[in-house]
C-alpha cells in the first residue's frame, strides 16, 4: 500500500489541521459547476450534491506498524487483526489518498437497499432496485453488496462464498454490547439516555487505540472521538471477540448514511471510494478533472500514542501504562458476560404517594333517607359552604382562563371601535349564588305546581 502514497508527480499534500476544530465553519463551496458534481434538478443526488459540497473532508487514520513493533504490542494485534483478513483490509486500504470530487459525487448518489429487506416499489411490476447504486466519475454503476464488498477492498472474491463473508453479524442486540462497555470500561461510565460512554473509562490503552481507527474509517464522524458510540461498540465487540463482521455491509450504510451528517461536520470515506475507482480502471491522480489537491492519509504513530497519553518511557522502552503509571498487563476477555439494560425509565414507574391532604374539613354530615325511599349513593360535597373548596392548582387554571377570556373580549371590542362597530353586547356580571338561585328557581316552582295539582 505504500504506492498508495506516490501516485505522481503532479499531486500535492493538503495540509491536515491539528487542534480543536470545534467552531470551525464549512468550507468555502468550490466545486459549484463541477462537471462530476452536475445531477438532475430535484433529485436526492442534487439536493444531497448541495450540501456536501460545503463540507470539510477528513484525513483517514491508519495503524502505524512500526510503532506497534517499537512498544512490543505487534503480537497481541495480530490476534485481532490477522494478516490478510478483512479487518487488515479495512485499516490498511485506510492509508490511502482522498480525491474530494469523487467522493463528493459518491456519497451524493449513493443507495443502498440490504439484501433481503423489503424495498417499496413505485408501481406494480416495476424492476426492484439493485442493492447498491452510485455514480463515479460521471458513470452510473450498479451492483449486488457482494461485488461492492470485493470493489471497496475488504474481501478477496473466493470469500464471498464462505463464513467470512455470509456468516458476518449486521447487528448485536444494545443490551450485549452494554454488556460487553462494562467489561472494557466499568460500571457506571455508559450514558443511557445519550447511548454513548467516554473512550477515556476504556482502560487497555490498546482498545482506545483502535477505537480511533474505527471512529476515521468505518464509523467516522468529525469532533466526536472522545465518545463511544454504539455503532463503534459493534465494530470494536466484533474485532475484540473475533466475530464474523459484515464490514461491506457497515461501509455501506456509512456511506447511505453521509448526507444526513451536518454541514459543519467531516466527510471520512475517500480512501475506498479511491479504491473502488481504481477498481474500474481510473486512475484519479490522472484525471484532469480533479481540481483539488488529494487529502493523504496518517498513520497513528508514536506522536499520536504520546498524545493519547496511553504509553510512558519505561526501562525496555516505551510501553503502554496502566493508571498507576506502571507497564500496562494485559487482562483477557471473558468468554462469557452478563447483558446490561437500560434502567427503568421514572416515568414509566407509578409513584406510590400518600393520601391527598384534606383542606376542606370533615364531610358534613347528611340527613338520613325518609322511611321507604329507595336508596342511591350521594355524591357528597365537601365543606359548609355552597360548593367546594377548589384546589389552589385548578383555582389558578381558571384564573388563568378567565384572564384570556377577558383579553379576548377587549381585544374583540377594540376592533369593533375602530371599525365603527357598535360593541358587544355582553351578559350581566352576577355573583355565584344568585347564579345558582336562578338556576334553581325554576326546578322549585315545578315542583310547588306539581304539588298543588295533587291537592287539587
Known amino acids: 500500500m505504500e504506492d498508495d502514497l506516490m501516485p505522481g508527480d503532479d499531486i500535492h499534500i493538503e495540509p491536515v489541521q491539528q487542534g480543536p476544530r470545534r467552531r470551525q465553519r464549512p468550507p468555502v463551496d468550490t466545486l459549484q459547476g463541477h462537471p462530476y458534481l452536475e445531477f438532475p434538478d430535484g433529485t436526492d443526488a442534487a439536493r444531497h450534491c448541495q450540501k456536501l459540497r460545503r463540507m470539510h473532508v477528513g484525513s483517514h487514520a491508519s495503524i502505524d506498524w512500526d510503532a506497534m513493533e517499537e512498544i512490543a504490542e505487534t503480537p497481541r494485534v495480530r490476534r485481532f487483526i490477522p494478516i490478510d483478513s478483512p479487518w487488515h483490509r ?121 477505537h480511533h481507527l474505527l471512529a476515521t474509517s468505518i464509523s467516522a464522524r468529525g469532533y466526536s472521538r472522545e465518545w463511544c458510540t454504539t455503532t463503534d461498540l459493534f465494530f470494536l465487540y466484533c474485532l475484540l471477540y473475533r466475530r464474523p463482521c459484515a464490514l461491506a455491509h457497515g ?106 391532604e384534606d383542606l376542606d374539613g370533615p364531610a358534613v354530615p347528611q340527613p338520613p333517607p325518609p322511611a321507604g325511599a329507595p336508596q342511591f349513593p350521594r355524591h357528597v360535597i365537601r365543606g359548609h359552604a355552597p360548593g367546594a373548596a377548589l384546589h389552589p392548582d385548578v383555582r389558578a387554571e381558571l384564573d388563568r382562563l378567565n384572564d384570556l377570556v377577558g383579553w379576548l373580549v377587549r381585544a374583540e371590542q377594540d376592533r369593533r371601535e375602530r371599525e365603527g362597530l357598535p360593541p358587544i353586547p355582553l351578559p350581566p356580571v352576577r355573583a355565584p349564588h344568585q347564579q345558582h338561585q336562578q338556576q334553581h328557581q325554576p326546578q322549585q316552582q315545578q315542583h310547588q305546581d306539581s304539588d298543588s295539582d295533587l291537592d287539587a
Open 90 to 210: 479495512l485499516f490498511d486500504l485506510a492509508h490511502t489518498p482522498t480525491y474530494r470530487e469523487l467522493l463528493v459525487e459518491f456519497i451524493s448518489s449513493f443507495t443502498f437497499h440490504p439484501p433481503g429487506e423489503p424495498v417499496p416499489i413505485p408501481y406494480p411490476g416495476a424492476p426492484h432496485p439493485p442493492e447498491v447504486s452510485f455514480r463515479l466519475a460521471g458513470v452510473q454503476r450498479s451492483m449486488t453488496l457482494a461485488e461492492f464488498a470485493v470493489r471497496c477492498g475488504l474481501y478477496m472474491q473466493e470469500e464471498i462464498e464462505t463464513e467470512i463473508y455470509t456468516a458476518g453479524l449486521v447487528v448485536v442486540e444494545k443490551p450485549t454490547l452494554v454488556g460487553f462497555w462494562q467489561v472494557i470500561a466499568g460500571e457506571n461510565h455508559w450514558e443511557h439516555e445519550k447511548s454513548k460512554g467516554r473512550v477515556s473509562f476504556v482502560r487497555d490503552p490498546l482498545y482506545r487505540y483502535l
Open 251 to 356: 461501509l455501506a450504510q456509512y456511506f447511505a448514511s453521509g448526507h444526513h451528517r451536518q454541514e459543519r461536520g467531516f466527510l471520512y470515506g475517500g480512501a475506498y471510494v479511491t479504491v473502488i475507482a481504481r477498481s474500474f480502471g481510473l486512475v484519479p491522480h490522472q484525471d484532469p478533472h480533479l481540481r483539488t489537491p488529494a487529502i493523504m492519509p496518517t498513520r497513528m504513530g508514536m506522536q499520536s500514542l504520546w498524545g493519547m497519553r496511553v504509553i510512558k518511557r519505561f526501562p525496555v522502552g516505551p510501553r503502554f501504562k496502566n493508571p498507576n503509571g506502571g507497564v500496562w498487563t494485559e487482562q483477557p476477555l471473558p468468554e462469557h458476560f452478563e447483558d446490561v439494560y437500560p434502567p427503568a425509565d421514572p416515568a414509566d414507574v407509578v409513584p406510590v404517594e400518600d393520601p391527598p
